[in-house]
């Protein structure tokens, strides 16, 4: 079983909708948990960053995290054609171990 | 503010050949620096990481190998490519444990 189970898509949705990308974990050692976007061809860089359960919101963007079911979202209201790009979820357990999804694309069409 | 910069961005080499990846990290004292191989469909693979000078841990067995000559830059090197080495290179730096930060990337085709 691999530590970080993510939907691998493609999804894709118009511009406006509600974007829901998600991960399931293994570890209930995991206490960091990220979102990473990631253009074509880039780096990934981060998105979003929460170490406790609930919900974390940034702009457009929630983060939520359930550890009793070992759940982890990415919510993106209102999504833009520039929110196109490979969503990775990432989870860490605070020892230099960090963990990736295999990443969720996504497609916003306009 | 850090940045993170890793050359070359594109790499075409013949199998056999060396290979030589260089990540320099500004803006900050003693990172953690990391290499990571990203392959379609596979995620990311972490393949070394340091946390300080001739420090270095190698996560997966294979031909590639790492060093720390500087504090800030993590050469990633190779004495004969194979076609699996493949990939999209990723260098990250973090300073706590947890949050890393990527460069750019270097995505090396063998041929």
């Known amino acids: 079983q691999k530590e970080v189970e993510q939907d691998p898509g493609p999804l894709s949705v118009p511009e406006g909708a509600i974007v829901s990308l998600n991960c399931t974990y293994s570890n209930s050692a995991f206490q960091y948990f990220m979102w990473y976007r990631q253009y074509s061809r880039k780096g990934p860089e981060l998105l979003m960053y929460?170490?406790?359960?609930g919900n974390k919101e940034d702009g457009r963007f929630t983060a939520q995290v359930d550890k009793s079911s070992k759940y982890i979202s990415l919510f993106i209201r209102d999504s833009q054609p520039s929110d196109s790009a490979t969503y990775l979820c990432?989870?860490?357990?605070?020892?230099?171990?960090?963990?990736f999804g295999t990443g969720t694309r996504l497609t916003v069409i306009p | 503010s850090q940045t993170i910069h890793q050359w070359p961005a594109t790499l075409v080499q013949p199998v056999g050949s060396p290979l030589s990846l260089e990540c320099t990290v500004e803006g900050t004292s003693n990172p953690n620096l990391y290499w990571y191989r990203q392959a379609a469909g596979r995620g990311l693979q972490l393949l070394f990481y340091s946390i300080g000078i001739d420090q270095i841990s190698s996560e997966v067995p294979q031909n590639l190998s790492a060093s720390r000559p500087q504090d800030r830059q993590f050469i990633l090197s190779s004495k004969k490519l194979l076609l699996s080495d493949s990939g999209f290179y990723l260098c990250a730096w973090s300073v706590t444990t947890d949050t890393q930060y990527f460069g750019p990337g270097t995505r090396l085709t063998v041929l």
């Open positions: 929460t170490y406790s359960s």
């Open positions: 990432a989870i860490e357990t605070g020892a230099n171990n960090l963990f």
